[in-house]
């Protein structure tokens, strides 16, 4: 028996006992072998361990703990290869995994017995540690996922039930989802007394620690359990803030007809309408009045709290309002219950939240008067459980790819700008400026007060200026007409709110607003300490909205006062959060970095969901100098964002990253060999082969400076491809067999594959079939048993490429519809169009016509929504070869001049030959048979030629000349010209 124990205190259990594992470097190693469970390449593992030193240092501080490693008599199993390390061994983190995979709910949470690795992260190097925390923080929502499932199927055995509850909030005392099991199955159970202590505990425990109380929901639930369990009810109380502008409502028309559903609800006594500051919750009850009156014999009555401070004052507000004169020793509370003890009336209260003690007196109010019921505005619930609620969201705002004026100007937040701005320019023409209207309104997510305050500022600015400002800072909104919006400021309703947290909850929401879109609660929990109870303090104030997946989210204008706070407390502070931030999101993209041997569908899934939060992290790393942040997730950004097909956006945050790198100093030579790798990789995707070039040779320098093996390797095969799209082929077959031999002496399992395959493109070019057929088999068979989804779909392209070379397209087209198949289902939608096109040629030599345009259209399709560039002339050519054989002349030629557009920008030589020769043959189509046979000339003589295309030139001319009845000029006789005149000749031709 040898199984490794990685969860809380690190230790090998062996057939002779369990022996502890010290958090020195060598065991270290072994934790983040063992925990990976896959090969590791040393690069990656010196980077880790030794950040601080140069890559030739630091391989050889990996050498010395190795030969220590080696001397340990209980790791035999650690495997090692030329490039890389492996350490497979049974461990309770894999046993872990695999229970949760399969669902063995109650065996993976056995297993979970701590944090990961306790005590190792000191002394630890920080990319160690970085990794550390991101993997604690995975297996614990693993872990917290399990307890969840496992508790909800033992509710109905409430003794286990509430023992794992109890189990499971000593690892996560804050666990409110886990708490409210433990009390369900205490309430089940009957023990009253211990379900009051155990929320009595948890809310102390949460003060104390945290100076927040319990969640609106938690409390409810406990009340509810008290009540139905027969206790009394346990005494919770809670707090908000707004200051809503009160104005005439616009729109809502869906929500006052749901307030008068509510309101002639029998079941229904007590309504609060919630939502943010500005939303127009009272604007909303003002306007739901007038529908109420006729159902209230005894009136619909509004009572404005703005300016009272107790609950007394409440009772002798509403005493004023009702005509009741207070009288006697009895308290106002008690005068106004008396009168309304048998009256048929609705009471409106507006802006509640901030009165403490307001809700149980309401209750007790609805309690003593049947026919009484209650509507309240308020930006927090006022938990009661009397209490019903209808959320109050801003106005419904168009869609971004909403164009049409006359849908724009039927949204009512686009209407409340209009009628808000012709107040103070009342020439002002909504149509003329709807889109510009649409795009502010959707700024500020439909929110009333804001639409507002921005409308009066039409006097002055252009809507698109107004929005650019807006954006940038709520200053615009402060300096807004006062006596246009009633007295309004925005940022007076968001310090309002502000002034209603604690401390802690203050500090929460200012850290929370360096997240982009938005967030999960294990980042939260990272970025900004922010404990679950503490993100639903700040729901249950409207401060934070969640989603349906369970995320949280700011609105934008909260977002930005929040930002605010956060550099008023000082740049240490906002400093020490956005490198927390910038940290995590790093972590999270750099377990992608090796992308071709990931589940890419899963990956671009998981960085899809977090992108925003990836892509402040890039760039906050980028403006902070952060080179080793960049360099860690490099990788992983160029696979992402080439795999979604967004090379242009990655070409300009590469080329941004190039301005964090000092070249002078050796410690960012890795690093620039990464960037100039990405911006390399994009360049080709985008036909910019020149320019790919040029980064290549940058990575490659960067890499020798650094003795960087890795990035080596990497650049030359690279440098390579870009010599092969540019015609170098010798120089590029030069490249491509130097990194293949490279990789096969450093037995780099993963590594031989790729690089036989781009070297197997190369041999097809040359003519080297037979080579480039055994490359591309051991390619395919090599990414087959690795799962590396984008070598498969590399190397089925290419062998269906050497399939039409060899005049074989029935098998190409085999090979291609696999290949689309896999690249479907895998989410790689850059190498669509490859596949397409490679169907297109093969019917097209099959004579199916129709079905060859159609597979050349899709793949110009997929083109346009993120594939390579690089395929586009070849789409054009065949769809041109197809109208010449079956549509209009003109259309051909328009097809083989956009061709022609594109190699002469891409500047590649073997482009050009294929449009060449594609023009050569429109010619003998239009009777032009010198200057075809000239071009064909041109085409089998140039360096740059492929095999193939040389063959095909070769005999067209033969045939050119067999045609003539003088046989035509000779070969030899053939007059020069030059692929670029010849191009000029096909640009200025008139079908």
Not at 489 to 505: A, F, Q, V, Y
Not at 932 to 960: D, G, I, K, N
Request: include cysteine; aromatic fraction near 6%.
């Amino acid at each position: 028996m040898f199984c490794v124990h990685l969860f809380g205190s690190p230790a090998l259990e062996t057939t002779t006992g369990r022996e502890p594992l010290p958090a020195a470097r060598p065991y270290q190693l072994l934790a983040y072998l063992a925990c990976r469970g896959t090969w590791v390449s040393r690069d990656a593992l010196a980077t880790i361990f030794w950040p601080e030193r140069d890559t030739s240092t630091a391989r050889g501080n990996l050498r010395f703990v190795l030969v220590q490693i080696r001397r340990l008599g209980h790791v035999a199993k650690l495997e090692a290869q030329a490039g890389s390390l492996r350490w497979l061994v049974d461990s309770d983190v894999h046993r872990f995994e695999r229970a949760i995979a399969e669902g063995r709910w109650s065996d993976a949470i056995d297993l979970y017995q701590g944090q990961l690795l306790d005590g190792f992260e000191l002394p630890a190097p920080a990319p160690f540690c970085d990794w550390l925390q991101f993997e604690r923080a995975r297996l614990h929502a693993l872990w917290h996922d399990a307890v969840s499932v496992q508790l909800a199927q033992l509710l109905l055995d409430p003794p286990a039930c509430a023992a794992l509850a109890s189990r499971a909030l000593r690892t996560d005392p804050f666990d409110e989802t886990t708490l409210s099991y433990r009390l369900r199955a205490l309430a089940r159970l009957g023990r009253q007394e211990d379900l009051r202590r155990a929320y009595r505990d948890y809310a102390q425990h949460l003060a104390g620690e945290l100076g927040i109380e319990p969640s609106a929901a938690l409390r409810d639930l406990v009340r509810e359990l008290d009540v139905k369990h027969a206790g009394g009810p346990v005494a919770a109380t809670g707090a908000g803030v707004v200051n809503a502008a009160s104005q005439a409502v616009v729109g809502r028309r869906a929500e006052l007809r749901r307030i008068r559903q509510l309101m002639l609800d029998a079941d229904c006594r007590w309504l609060t309408i919630t939502g943010p500051g500005g939303v127009g919750k009272s604007s909303l009850a003002q306007a739901a009045m007038p529908q109420l009156a006729s159902e209230f014999a005894d009136g619909v009555n509004w009572i404005a709290l703005n300016d009272i401070q107790t609950v007394e004052q409440v009772a002798s507000s509403c005493a004023v309002t009702l005509g009741l004169e207070l009288r006697g020793t009895n308290s106002p509370r008690q005068q106004v219950a008396d009168h309304l003890r048998d009256a048929q009336a609705l009471l409106v209260f507006d802006n509640a939240e901030h009165l403490t003690g307001l809700g149980p007196w309401l209750g007790t109010l609805l309690g003593n008067c049947r026919r009484l019921k209650i509507l309240v505005t308020s930006r927090a619930r006022l938990e009661t459980a009397d209490e019903w609620l209808l959320p109050l969201d801003g106005l419904p705002a168009p869609e971004p790819d909403e164009t049409e004026v006359d849908a724009l100007c039927a949204f009512d937040a686009v209407h409340l700008f209009d009628l808000r701005a012709r107040r103070v320019h009342p020439d002002f023409d909504l149509r003329a400026h709807a889109a510009e209207v649409a795009a502010l309104v959707r700024a500020v997510e439909g929110l009333p007060l804001a639409i507002e305050l921005a409308a009066v500022w039409v006097r002055l600015l252009p809507v698109a200026e107004i929005r650019r400002e807006l954006v940038r800072s709520l200053d615009l909104l402060d300096r807004a007409d006062a006596s246009q919006v009633r007295g309004h400021r925005m940022r007076d309703s968001l310090e309002h709110s502000w002034c209603m947290l604690g401390p802690t909850e203050q500090r929460t929401l200012m850290r929370l607003a360096v997240f982009q879109g938005d967030f999960s609660r294990e980042a939260a929990l990272v970025v900004a300490e922010a404990a679950l109870p503490l993100l639903a303090a700040l729901a249950d104030r409207s401060l934070l909205r969640t989603t349906e997946q369970g995320r949280f989210v700011f609105h934008p204008l909260v977002q930005q006062f929040a930002l605010e706070k956060l550099t008023q407390a000082g740049a240490d502070e906002e400093l020490a959060v956005r490198t927390r931030h910038a940290e995590h999101f790093v972590m999270l993209l750099a377990r992608y970095n090796e992308f071709d041997a990931v589940d890419q569908r899963s990956a671009l899934q998981q960085i899809g969901i977090e992108f925003k939060n990836v892509l402040a992290a890039w760039r906050w790393a980028i403006e902070s100098r952060r080179v080793d942040l960049l360099q860690r997730c490099a990788a992983a950004m160029e696979g992402f964002l080439d795999a979604r097909g967004q090379q242009e956006a990655g070409l300009e945050e590469f080329d941004r990253a190039r301005t964090a790198i000092d070249e002078s100093r050796a410690e960012h030579q890795a690093a620039r060999c990464q960037i100039e790798l990405g911006c390399a990789a994009f360049c080709f995707r985008r036909g910019e082969f020149r320019e790919g070039e040029r980064a290549a040779r940058a990575a490659l320098q960067a890499a020798q400076r650094a003795r960087y093996r890795f990035g080596i390797k990497t650049s030359t095969n690279t440098l390579g491809l870009m010599l092969w799209r540019l015609g170098k082929m010798k120089e590029a077959a030069f490249c491509l067999r130097d990194v293949l031999r490279r990789a096969r002496v450093d037995g780099e399992q993963a590594e031989v594959p790729l690089y036989a395959g781009n070297l197997a493109a190369v041999e097809r070019e040359l003519g080297n079939y037979d080579e480039s057929a055994r490359l591309l088999e051991e390619a395919l068979a090599g990414h087959r048993r690795l799962g590396h989804h984008a070598g498969i779909h590399s190397a089925l392209s290419e062998l269906a490429n050497l399939q039409l070379d060899r005049g074989r397209p029935a098998a190409a087209v085999t090979l291609a519809l696999e290949g689309l198949g896999l690249a479907e289902r895998s989410g790689f939608r850059r190498n669509v169009p490859y596949f397409h096109r490679i169907l297109a040629d093969a019917c097209f030599e099959l004579g199916d016509l129709g079905r060859a345009r159609e597979h050349a259209q899709q793949a110009l399709d997929a083109i346009g929504s993120g594939g390579d560039r690089a395929v586009e002339p070849a789409c054009r050519l065949r769809m041109s070869y197809i109208d010449m054989r079956s549509g209009p002349r003109a259309s051909a030629l328009s097809g083989l001049q956009a061709a022609a557009h594109l190699a002469i920008e891409m500047q590649s030589p073997r482009i050009k030959i294929a449009v060449l020769l594609a023009y050569a043959r429109y010619c003998l189509l239009v009777a032009r048979p010198d200057r075809a046979r000239t071009m064909f000339a041109v085409a089998a003589r140039h360096p740059s030629a492929t095999r193939r295309q040389r063959e095909l030139a070769e005999a067209e001319f033969a045939a050119c000349a067999t045609a003539t009845s003088d046989g035509g000029p000779t070969w030899g006789d053939a007059p020069a010209s030059s692929l670029d005149e010849d191009l000029d000749l096909l640009l200025s031709d008139i079908a």
